[in-house]
């Protein structure tokens, strides 16, 4: 009889964690595992305490209390929501923790940055960019990246999505990202009423999954207030209640309401956004007729022409530094062009959310970027509200009203600048990159309000989920001053015009080539030419039909053992037999998990070889 192979320990875990946040809880008891190889999202609300739970993982703080279990040896990378590198060169950077040069030189190539770029004229996309080459170069079992694609344009995230699906460690990812995370992940961890709550599956399946949750707790939270409805008129009304009423039965009572009162606390706060059109602009809002515009040598743009009128839904799409807010100040009057006639529309009442969030002043509070004045009172759509009621609008509380704005996270100033670009009424809005550092609940509701706007929408953004649900039409930049504009968001734009983006669509070498690349000094080698296989090997071929007929067995075994641990009873009448299941359970996700992950990858390849 062959002995049972040994379960794996997970690379890292976190047992009955608690974590206060002043005088309120930030965790409550959070357990969670990452297991070698798997790419797991970590997904809640902005302020719920993810990118704090990434940092609590990563032993960059303490919890109050619980566990935190680490395997020996293990190495980790960590990208922060706002890298910021040292040294004279990026590779000096990246070779500054123990990574081989080679390997650094070859991931900077993979994202697109030469080795003797400066550090101090990084853009943020860069340092993006740079910090996520110095993760993969140093080779970790786990890599924790918090918000890596905020700053990237679409071809870095399709980059980091194909370095991610080559990295054999496991990943820890927060991100709004849906097309990202649904192109990564193969699990999903729910930071929910301070609990993680975990879902085996990528971020496809995700949101059908908490919305679930979401209805059946609110199901819940409806009976019990049913139920303490009844309690209540039962023991108030009743004449025999009110001759047997006791402590008993009173404190049951402030027990139910207790419960109730902590269970709509927990629901959290939704955003409450809106947009006024204010008064109806011109059916011209904009014309461009034959305009060019470059700074230096570089063209952004060459004789360009374009309309856009009252209505309209366009997003302006394309590589970082292609000339995306460039085209915008020029649509909306802000700067001349160099060549070409540029006419814009009458009445037009624009509000501009800019990408670098340029009109926040980081040394005034959250109080006076709201009231400029400096009064309590702001003008909200032509009413006038209480800088305080206004800001709870956007999940801001009192004691945050006097903080500088250098102090709000990149979500937060995201929000405050949203507070006050949507005070003001507008028949024209323009959002740079809106999505960065929004949480997708936010995203949703900005979705929404978007698509019953009745003015004119321009939208540049690297989401490409956001843009395909808003989008009318999409104007994509090359960077090289050529500009193609087509109906529909991204992916109707990919699909009419394929190789507009050839260039930039080229994968780099990858790494394990540039390791067997010939040092200096060494003749390089001719390798033997060897015909493409076209099919997989005998051995890929019968393990990918073994998987195939493992994992509906493992499945069904699973399920067969959930139901024997659901008798409530089990426990109390044979501990030995509830243990033996116990980990006979954690066993078979364990080999589903890893079955589930060596089929995708075979099949992948066997994609590949057709």
């Known amino acids: 009889m062959n002995a049972r192979a040994p379960q794996k320990a997970p690379l890292i875990a976190l047992k009955d964690v608690r974590l206060m946040d002043g005088m309120n809880p930030l965790f409550d008891g959070v357990d969670l595992a990452l297991d070698k190889g798997v790419r797991a999202c970590l997904v809640g609300k902005n302020g719920a305490g993810k990118s704090t739970l990434m940092r609590l993982m990563a ?43 080679y390997m650094a030189e070859a991931e900077l190539f993979a994202f697109g940055l030469s080795p003797d770029t400066k550090c101090a004229s990084l853009s943020g996309g860069e340092k993006r960019r740079a910090a996520l080459a110095k993760a993969f170069a140093e080779e970790p079992d786990l890599i924790f990246l918090d918000e890596p694609t905020n700053h990237l344009d679409i071809f870095a995230i399709e ?37 993680i709550m975990r879902l085996d599956s990528g971020y496809t399946n995700f949101e059908a999954w908490s919305d679930k949750i979401v209805e059946e707790q609110a199901e819940s939270l409806r009976r019990l207030e049913k139920a303490i409805e009844r309690e209540t008129k039962t023991f108030y009304s009743s004449i025999t209640a009110r001759r047997t009423r006791n402590e008993g039965r009173a404190a049951r009572l402030n027990a139910m309401r207790a419960d109730a009162a902590e269970r709509v606390k927990n629901l959290g706060k939704t955003m ?3 947009i006024d059109s204010g008064g109806t602009s011109g059916k011209l809002v904009a014309e461009l007729k034959h305009v060019s515009k470059g700074f230096g040598d570089k063209v952004l743009l060459n004789d360009f022409s374009t309309r856009i009128i009252r209505g309209d839904r366009l997003a302006i799409v394309g590589p970082n530094g292609a000339g995306k807010s460039t085209l915008v100040k020029l649509l909306i009057g802000q700067i001349e062009a160099d060549a070409g006639e540029i006419k814009l529309g ?5 509000a501009y959310l800019d990408q670098g969030r340029d009109t926040l002043k980081g040394d005034e509070t959250l109080w006076d970027a709201l009231a ?42 995201n929000r405050l600048q949203l507070a006050r670009s949507l005070a003001k009424a507008t028949n024209l809005l323009v959002l740079d990159e809106p999505t960065n550092d929004l949480d997708m609940d ?24 956001f843009v395909d649900r808003l989008a009318t039409s999409t104007l994509a930049l090359n960077g090289k001053g050529r500009a193609v504009e087509t109906p529909g968001g991204w992916q109707d734009f990919l699909r009419q015009n394929p190789d507009f983006f050839e260039e930039l669509s080229h994968k780099a070498p990858s790494v394990k080539a540039v390791k067997s690349a010939p040092q200096k000094g060494e003749k390089p080698v001719a390798a033997p030419v060897k015909a493409p296989a076209k099919k997989l090997s005998y051995k890929d071929q019968k393990r990918l039909e073994d998987l195939n007929a493992f994992m509906p067995k493992w499945q069904a075994e699973i399920k067969n ?8 009873n089990l426990y109390v009448r044979d501990p030995k037999k509830f243990d033996a299941l116990m980990k006979a359970l954690d066993k078979l996700r364990t080999d589903l998990e890893n079955g589930e992950m060596e089929w995708l990858e075979l099949e992948e390849k066997r994609e590949a070889l057709k």
Not at 346 to 350: D, G, S
Not at 374 to 393: E, L, T
Not at 562 to 568: F, G, N, Q, V
């Open 272 to 274: 409450e956004m809106s």
């Open 372 to 413: 400029n004045s400096g009064s309590d009172q702001i003008m909200v759509q032509g009413n006038p509200r209480h800088v305080a009621a206004y800001a709870k609008d956007f999940l801001f509380r009192d004691n945050q009203l006097r903080q500088p704005v250098k102090s709000l996270s990149g979500g937060e100033r």
């Open 159 to 195: 980059t980091l999505e194909d370095q991610l699906r080559q990295f054999k460690g496991a990943a820890l990812i927060v991100s709004h990202d849906r097309t990202f995370l649904e192109r990564v992940t193969q699990r999903c961890y729910w930071l929910y009423d301070r609990k």
């Open 346 to 350: 009458t009445a037009l009442e624009v």
């Open 442 to 465: 936010t995203l949703d509701l900005l979705e929404d309000m978007l698509s019953d706007y009745d003015g004119t929408l321009i939208l540049v953004s690297h989401d490409r989920d």
């Open 59 to 101: 032993g960059l703080i303490d919890a109050d209390s619980g566990e935190r279990v680490v395997m020996q040896g293990l190495r980790y990378a960590y990208v922060l929501q706002e890298p910021e590198p040292v040294g004279e060169t990026v590779l000096d950077w990246l070779v500054s923790d123990g990574a081989e040069s």
């Open 561 to 568: 053992t959930e139901a024997a641990l659901s008798d409530p």
